[in-house]
């Protein structure tokens, strides 16, 4: 299965599987770091009950393609879109009513390992909930093709950040799955 249609247009089998790999559960809390046009906003929408997706991107007109293409999704409050760059924001920008994500997720978000990302891994650690994850996926091919291996830096980051780090392999696409380890401060 190559792409199918969703949300006005096609989603790649990549961001289907990271989507699926991330098993969002009809109530789950989720966060989507640099959204894009919100292709996988709308595929997690599709699982929702209860739950609810907040995206943010630093491109205005991803936020507004985004809001087009998930307009349903946004009146239901499924989805809050948000044009703000991720290390500008503080927990209490994220959270509403309190209650953290269950899951984070970014898609070819590179600000996690071309350096430091310390300032928003502690952002990441504040908000996700006990027993929440961080998934980072990279990788535009297609299924088949080879895809670069996960960075050693991002790796490196996210266990000196205390997570630790499982790594993840799907179609055209490679990535972690991070958890904060047991006696980190949020």
């Known amino acids: ?9 096609t989603v790649p089998e990549r961001i289907r599987w990271a989507v699926g790999t991330m098993a969002p559960d009809p109530d789950d809390q989720l966060l989507e770091i640099g959204c894009g046009p919100g292709v996988a ?7 929702l009950a209860g739950g609810r997706i907040v995206a943010v ?10 809001a087009r293409r998930n307009a349903g999704h946004v009146a239901s409050g499924r989805a ?11 927990a209490a920008d994220l959270l509403q ?8 997720f970014a898609m070819n978000v590179n600000l996690f390992w071309v350096r430091s990302p310390a300032r928003e891994l502690e952002l990441v650690r ?16 297609t299924p ?18 205390g997570f630790a780090v499982e790594l993840l392999r799907g179609p055209g696409v490679a990535g972690v799955a991070a958890i904060p380890r047991a006696g980190q401060p949020p």
């Open 41 to 47: 906003v709308a595929l997690v929408c599709e699982r």
């Open 57 to 66: 991107d630093r491109s205005p007109t991803a936020i507004d393609r985004a």
């Open 126 to 141: 504040a908000v996700l909930a006990p027993g929440g994850a961080l998934y980072l996926f990279y990788g535009y091919g």
């Open 80 to 90: 809050v879109l948000r044009a703000a760059a991720l290390e500008s924001l503080e």
């Open 97 to 104: 009513g309190g209650r953290r994500f269950d899951k984070v």
């Open 1 to 9: 299965m190559a792409r199918q249609p969703t949300g006005g247009g």
């Open 144 to 161: 088949g093709q080879e895809v670069a291996e996960v960075p050693g830096a991002l790796v490196g980051h996210l266990t000196g950040g």
